[in-house]
């Protein structure tokens, strides 16, 4: 997952995109990134870490002139975290400078990038983004974006695309729509970005979703739609819904704020918890559906959790130990509040357990009686690989056990997790406009090879193995 915005037409562009990274730190927070372009000339400047570190004060900014800006907050599903794979990732084609920012996951190219290197190209980056350049540079095609639409056809997955050329910004989406991609105005300026909450934030007004199949360009004529991928079914990430986008934001038709509360009363309406004093969230990704929880039910809501902000999310450390460090640096419980009490805690998913096992046991140290474990998606069985960094079925913690094996293993009283059902019937679009297939298997695009995170890695330390001669 990554969060990506976009200006065309504004002296201060490299601003707008810093404060538009700002509003979409939660989707990315292994690098950011910024590239202007200013006549013919770019400027780049990019690094690992949160948008906070990458730009500490002013001066990061002052040499990003142009009036035309692409940014990038990176969260890595292809290619190690690594400074090389930050985006905007930058080229030259033709000795014109094009950089590309990418939301999303593209699936099948090993064999099209092994074919790629035979013919001669030398890849930079361990990206999945970066075939989409070498796709584009070979195509023919008038103008950049007529090679960027042959591109596209022929890559599968999902893509949000910004691409910022010197004939103009270019915007596509995949046909399924996979990720979210706002279009929005602020006076003359164009805005671009992955949830609206970045428009919100920068002033800009929402006009419309950039289209699933849609390849745009916004030049100094404006926007004009120049391509249509072949339709599909959208297929929507149902868990934008679920975790990741930001309650504020509109994403795919629909406030994430609305939705959310209205998952919290179906759980509710399916797995009630009647003998319980008080109903407490996960801060922050659960709030929300645990105030539609608190509503529906008739429990009383409690803030029983107090979250420490200058941590970064547990569930991105690499290593297990140091992620159940993170959990209790993270989290800490209000005992007043908690102490004698039977308790629901409300989460949006488990992936491997480890929050949810190591809360339960603060929340027992906290002298709570009970404690009811409820989840507003259903149990995560299966890897994603449209661009969420859910682990292999190996260390998803419901992908081999029953769900009493799962609650015997977060040690809790009681777990329940939302339906499948009931998790689509809580959308306002129809629920086979959804991809769900880390809960379901059924994966709208067949996975021909391996699709590990580290995929391009490893074909190039195989490469890399050079016999010594000594041995
Ligand atoms: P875990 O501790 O591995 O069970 O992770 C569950 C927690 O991670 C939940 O509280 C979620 O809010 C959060 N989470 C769920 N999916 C993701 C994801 N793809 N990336 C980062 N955090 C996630």
Same mark, same amino acid.
């Given at each position: 997952m990554c969060g990506i915005i976009g200006i065309y037409g504004n002296p201060e562009a490299a601003t707008l995109a810093y404060l538009g990274l700002y509003a979409q730190q939660h989707r990315g927070q292994e690098g950011a990134g910024i590239v202007t372009l200013d006549g013919a000339t770019v400027h780049r400047h990019m690094g690992q870490g949160l948008v906070s570190d990458v730009y500490p004060d002013q001066s990061a900014l002052? *040499? =990003?002139? *142009?009036n035309v800006a692409i940014g990038h907050t990176r969260y890595s !599903? !292809? *290619?190690?975290?690594d400074r090389k794979n930050v985006g905007p990732l930058l080229f030259n084609v033709e000795d014109q400078p094009v950089s590309i920012a990418h939301n999303g996951n593209l699936v099948n190219l090993a064999a099209k990038r092994r074919e790629l290197q035979k013919q001669g190209a030398i890849f930079q980056t361990t990206t999945d983004t970066e075939i989409i350049i070498h796709l584009m540079a070979r195509a023919k095609g008038a103008r950049l974006v007529d090679r960027v639409a042959t591109a596209l056809e022929q890559v599968e997955g999902a893509f949000s695309l910004l691409i910022l050329t010197p004939e103009g910004l270019i915007a596509a989406r995949d046909p399924y729509g996979w990720r979210p991609f706002a279009i929005g105005k602020l006076k003359d300026t164009w805005v671009l970005a992955s949830e609206t909450c970045a428009l919100d934030l920068i002033g800009a007004q929402e006009l419309r979703d950039v289209q699933p199949g849609e390849v745009l360009l916004i030049d100094d004529q404006g926007l004009q739609t120049v391509h249509q991928l072949p339709q599909r079914t959208a297929k929507h990430c149902v868990f934008e819904y679920v975790y %990741?986008?930001?309650? #504020?934001s509109r994403i795919f038709g629909s406030n994430v704020d609305k939705l959310r509360r209205k998952i919290g009363k179906t759980l509710a309406d399916e797995a009630p918890a009647p003998t319980a004093d008080i109903v407490i969230s996960v801060p922050d990704s659960s709030n929300t559906a645990t105030l539609g929880y608190a509503d529906r039910s008739g429990i009383r809501h409690e803030i029983g959790l107090i979250r420490n902000h200058y941590v970064g999310r547990s569930f991105i450390r690499p290593e297990q130990k140091l992620r159940d460090l993170t959990v209790k640096l993270k989290f800490s419980t209000v005992k007043g509040v908690l102490e004698g009490k039977e308790v629901v805690i409300v989460d949006d998913s488990i992936v491997r357990g480890t929050t949810m096992r190591t809360l339960a046991r603060l929340l027992r140290q906290a002298g709570v009686k009970k404690v009811h474990v409820r989840i507003t998606s259903p149990p995560i069985r299966f890897p994603c690989? %449209?661009? =969420?960094d859910f682990p292999t079925d190996k260390e998803l913690v419901a992908a081999h056990r029953t769900k009493e094996e799962v609650q015997a293993y977060l040690g809790v009283d009681s777990l329940e997790y939302l339906s499948l059902e009931g998790l689509l019937a809580s959308? #306002? =679009?129809? *629920? #086979?406009? %959804?991809?769900?297939a880390c809960f379901s298997g059924k994966y709208p695009i067949a996975l021909e090879e391996s699709n590990s995170k580290d995929r391009f890695e490893m074909e190039f330390q195989d490469s890399e193995v050079i016999p010594d001669p000594a041995l």
């Open positions: 002052n *040499g =990003l002139e *142009g !599903t !292809t *290619g190690g975290i %990741f986008s930001r309650p #504020d690989h %449209f661009g =969420l959308m #306002d =679009l129809p *629920g #086979d406009q %959804f991809c769900s």
